[in-house]
């Protein structure tokens, strides 16, 4: 027990001199230890059904691609498009932000013209327009004089765009009748309404999947890509 007093006494010499220090001096408190502030982080867990959360396109309409395939011509299929896959025209005049209006050439006497469709802004709108293109003229656009040299049985199979070319792929009834000013007016129709796209310099035609060079049944020679200017004897105005 007595060897313990000189610990004791030290330990209160030195709580002596602390307190005779607090008289003179500050005592600072610098709390927890400086942690590093937290990131505003945006949660990407994955959703209910366990798939992969991904980013929502800008425009989910601007994509170009093809019937069977994909047609650029937005995309008049995109894209078809510089300025917008999804509308060939550059912002034409429209029914709504969900539409757009083009152009389908149909006969008018023996020449043909452009009359005017308001069609869905839809991701392949080349081939939407040659469908229009095939379903004919309505009842009113023929009583005002307008018709089609395209047989009705015709089916688009395909449309593809490729370094300014496109390729549009009929069923085999396309070159059926109509002699050579029918099928002249027919090719022009075709060609008329996919050269109004950015993305189009010429058009080619395949049957059944088959790129044609000479429809045999009046001997025309398409052997190489045409555009509208090539029938410019058979374009109204």
Known sequence: MRGRFPVVGVLAL???LLAG?????????????????????????????GSVPTEQPADPGAVGGTVGGG??????GGPADPADPADPTGGGSSGTPDTTTLSVWFTQGEQVTAVPRTVPRVPRI?????????????????SAGYGTEIPPTTRLRNLTISDGVAVADFSG????????????????QV??????????????????????????????????????SDYADNVAG
């Open 126 to 142: 080349g081939s939407a327009v040659l469908e229009q293109l095939l379903a004919g003229p309505t009842a009113d656009e023929r």
């Open 173 to 188: 009834d396309f070159e059926s009748g109509g002699g050579t000013l029918g099928l002249t007016l027919r090719l022009a």
């Open 191 to 228: 060609v008329c309404t996919l050269d109004q796209f950015p993305t189009v310099d010429g058009v080619r035609f395949a049957l059944d999947g088959e790129v044609v060079d000479v429809f045999s049944g009046d001997g025309l020679v398409i052997d190489e890509p045409v555009a509208c």
């Open 71 to 76: 047609d650029g011509a937005g995309s008049p």
């Open 14 to 16: 030195v709580l002596v």
């Open 21 to 49: 220090c607090g008289g003179s001096g500050q005592v600072v408190d610098v709390g927890a230890a400086p942690t590093r502030p937290a990131h505003d982080v945006t949660s990407t867990a994955a959703p209910p059904d």
